[in-house]
Structure formats: C-alpha cells, structure tokens
C-alpha cells in the first residue's frame, strides 16, 4: 500500500494502522471464509525537501512504561524520502519507467522552472512509457511546475510522435480547463454584484456557495434573481 505525503504527519503510523484495517476488514467482507489475511506491505512516499521527522513505529506514539510496553502494539510502515533517495539508486531500482518517473517528478517538478532541462537525463524512460500513464504524468508536471508550457510542450514533443500527440492534447485540455475556471470566476462575480444591489449585503455562506458552484448552477441562479424577492428563494 502506497502513500503520498506532502507534508510530514507525525499520527502517520496510526492513520496507516487504520489503513490497513479497513483493508483487511474489506478483505474479511468479501472472503468470509478466510483463515489468514493477505500481507500488505505500507510504504509512505515523501516528497519535501524538509527532511521527514514523524516515527515510523506506531509504538513510539503510545506513553507507556517498561512493564507495558510488552503489551503495546508494534507497526511500522517503510519510507521513501524523496529528497534523501540517490538518483542512481533510483535509477537502479527494479520500478516500471512509469513508476520511475512519478518519484522523479514528483521530487523535482512542483515550483521548477527548469523543468524541461531537468528531464533531458530521463528521456529513455519518457520515450518509455505507455502512452495513457505519460499523459498523467505530463499532466502533473505542467500542473505543479513553474516552468512554461510551451517549453514543456517543445521538450516532449521531440521524443516521438506519440509524445508529441500527448504533449499537444495535454497542453489544449488544460487551457480548456483553465478558460472554463475564468469562466465560471467571472460569471460568479457577475452574479455577486447582482446579489449586492439587489439584497445589499451577500452572506458570507452565500458566496462561498456561489463561488464553488459549476457554471449550470450559476446559470440557473441568475436567472432566478430576476423574480425572487428574497435571496434564499434563489438557492433552495
């Protein structure tokens, strides 16, 4: 079982514990017959640059003394800090290129302005890689990296047709995206101000409601301002 972390979380061992429970729970659901449960391996994916503090044991959670601590449970989980792994350990690991590439942008993607310059040392597991994980992972580059798209773009584009198909379809959905989201600001602005004038002052509920709200509800709201006299009679 693989977990992310962004962030050190020091209940970790504890919320992985829980993990696993509801895990071997399911299992019991569906295979109520079974005499032994199936092992699961827990190892937390850890990628700031601030080294990870948290224990790793669950047992170095608990306040206990030398006559308890027999009775405690013991659980600890495995740890991969991005930033104290090796890159030729990485290299060298037996993963799948996709997988390769995960822990490598993941380490070096979010706020890089060199992006593209970076991963000219992982052309060979970029050229790689299936066709439908290159675009999750090109998706995230483009998302967490402060490097432009269009050098992304160019970079990928140069490794192979099939690159330079999800370099180009990547880019466009995100734009489209990205347009869609302006969208759906300006028309919950245009809607807010509507509010202000015609009921004076928008509770706080209301607009965290209209700011969070997809364009198709914001449609019918604000056809709805036109006749209501009141402003809950808008959103029930």
């Excluded at 962030?7 to 295979?31: F, Q, S, V």
């Excluded at 700031?48 to 047992?59: A, E, N, S, V």
């Excluded at 970076?118 to 967490?144: F, P």
């Amino acid at each position: 079982m693989l977990e992310h972390q962004s962030t050190p979380d020091r209940w970790m061992a504890l919320r992985m514990c829980g993990y696993l429970t509801r895990i071997w729970t399911r299992h019991l659901e569906l295979h109520p017959a079974a005499r032994r449960l199936p092992p699961i391996i827990p190892i937390v994916v850890y990628q700031r640059r601030t080294p990870w503090t948290p224990p790793t044991d669950l047992i170095d959670l608990i306040d206990t003394d030398e006559d308890a601590v027999a009775f405690a449970p013991r659980f600890s989980y495995l740890l991969d800090d991005l930033h104290r792994l090796d890159v030729e350990e990485l290299r060298s690991r037996p993963l799948t290129h996709a997988v390769r590439l995960s822990y490598v942008l993941m380490r070096e993607a979010p706020g890089s302005e060199q992006l593209a310059q970076m991963l000219e040392d992982w052309r060979t597991d970029l050229q790689a890689v299936r066709k439908s994980d290159l675009a999750v992972l090109w998706t995230y580059a483009l998302i967490v990296s402060n490097t432009p798209e269009p050098e992304l773009t160019e970079f990928l584009a140069q490794l192979g047709p099939e690159a330079k198909e999800v370099a180009m379809t990547t880019a466009d959905v995100l734009r489209a995206e990205g347009e869609a989201r302006g969208r759906a600001a300006g028309r919950a602005d245009t809607l807010l101000e509507q509010l202000d004038i015609k009921f004076s002052d928008v509770p706080a509920d209301i607009e965290q409601k209209v700011r969070t709200a997809p364009t198709s509800q914001l449609e019918i709201w604000t056809r709805r301002i036109l006749t209501a006299n009141t402003i809950d009679a808008i959103f029930t």
